[in-house]
């Protein structure tokens, strides 16, 4: 059974910084793609930035320029590195785990940007 836990959020004031912290382990397969996705007041849960094996790397518009999203150098590792947070930015943070089989969620970090 794959486990994903996230670690790393927190209350951080408008323009401040953090970094969540992701693992993904128990996987008998390789995971190819590990991303972060978010979920605010609305309810709807986006992609936030992801990271494939191979290296190929994607972010939402809403957070290019602000957020990097890099691999750890442990096996299934992934940090999102969130600068010049905005109070838009506030809502639960899941990272995610992608093999050819299955897709996996961690249980979610809560971010809250206070203005």
């Known amino acids: 059974q794959v486990q994903v836990v996230e670690s790393g959020g927190g209350l951080v004031q408008a323009g401040g910084s953090l970094r969540l912290s992701c693992v993904a382990s128990g996987s008998s397969f390789s995971v190819n793609t590990m991303g972060w996705y978010r979920q605010g007041p609305d309810n709807q849960r986006e992609l936030v930035a992801d990271i494939t094996s191979g290296g190929t790397i994607y972010y939402a518009d809403s957070v290019k320029g602000r957020f990097t999203i890099s691999s750890g150098n442990a096996k299934n590792t992934v940090y999102l590195h969130m600068n010049s947070l905005k109070p838009e930015d506030t809502a639960v943070y899941y990272c995610?785990?992608?093999?050819?089989?299955?897709?996996?969620w961690g249980q979610g970090t809560q971010v809250t940007v206070s203005s």
């Open positions: 995610n785990a992608k093999t050819v089989w299955n897709t996996y």
